[in-house]
Nanobody, 125 residues
Framework: QVHLVESGGGLVQAGGSLRLSCAAS????????MGWFRQVPGKGREFVAR????????DYADSVKGRFTVSRDNAMNTMYLQMNNLKPEDTAAYYC??????????????????WGLGTQVTVSS
């Protein structure tokens, strides 16, 4: 079991920045990578970004490329999402997920087995 806790969400004006954190605990040795997803009411979860835990390789959704940066601190078992130049359409609940090697390699857009409870990001126009 991997326990994930997101933090850092809030209300920001368009053009502003936020930094989300995802702290992992439990069986973190089984984690091959971690990712960020977001969801608005009435829609499914949308892939945002992911990062490989050992090599730090990253991948982003086209909608956030150039504005969002995912990073990790292996010693702290924490993943971050730096969000710059935020837009109203970035408004969503943001969730982190922990990937196994198989999920990270073959099913990254579906997320992993473990998920946090989410943190709300609201961008006003």
């Amino acid at each position: 079991q991997v326990h994930l806790v997101e933090s850092g969400g809030g209300l920001v004006q368009a053009g502003g920045s936020l930094r989300l954190s995802c702290a992992a605990s439990g069986r973190t040795l089984s984690t091959y990578g971690m990712g960020w997803f977001r969801q608005v009411p009435g829609k499914g979860r949308e892939f945002v970004a992911r990062i490989g835990w050992s090599r730090g390789d990253t991948d982003y959704a086209d909608s956030v490329k150039g504005r969002f940066t995912v990073s990790r601190d292996n010693a702290m078992n924490t993943m971050y999402l730096q969000m710059n130049n935020l837009k109203p359409e970035d408004t969503a609940a943001y969730y982190c997920t922990s990937y196994s090697r198989s999920d990270f390699t073959w099913h990254p857009l579906a997320g992993g087995e473990f998920w946090g409870l989410g943190t709300q990001v609201t961008v006003s126009s």
